[in-house]
Nanobody
Framework: EVQLQASGGGLVQAGGSVRLACKPS????????IGWFRQAPGKEREAVAS????????YYSKFVNGRFVISIDGAKETVNLQMNNLKPEDTGVYYC????????????????????????WGEGTLVTVSS
């Protein structure tokens, strides 16, 4: 089981930026995938971004829009989600999920936005964007 710690949320004004971090632990190997999902008040959880690393290099990455960038800091073993030009509709609880199954990693291109693709989840971090 992979343990996940998400951080970086807070209150930010519209147009501002925030960087979220997801630090996994308990990985069986250096290959893994991380997905960021968010849940707005009264809404279902939706995919935001996903990234996979294989043999120490990025294998796949996906963002839902050009304002968000996901990346891996290999030295810190942390996945970052940089969110720029935030809008009030970006408000929500952001969660990170992880999988270290090779079959999931190699097929992440078609699985990235499915909650079921990720085996473990951390506690969410709240991002509130004010007008």
């Amino acid at each position: 089981e992979v343990q996940l710690q998400a951080s970086g949320g807070g209150l930010v004004q519209a147009g501002g930026s925030v960087r979220l971090a997801c630090k996994p632990s308990g990985l069986t190997c250096g290959d893994y995938a991380i997905g960021w999902f968010r849940q707005a008040p009264g809404k279902e959880r939706e995919a935001v971004a996903s990234i996979a690393t294989v043999d120490g290099s990025s294998y796949y990455s996906k963002f839902v829009n050009g304002r968000f960038v996901i990346s891996i800091d290999g030295a810190k073993e942390t996945v970052n989600l940089q969110m720029n030009n935030l809008k009030p509709e970006d408000t929500g609880v952001y969660y990170c999920g992880a999988t270290d199954r090779e079959t999931r990693i190699v097929n992440l291109g078609r699985l990235w936005d499915l909650q079921g693709a990720y085996d473990d989840w951390g506690e969410g971090t709240l991002v509130t964007v004010s007008s």
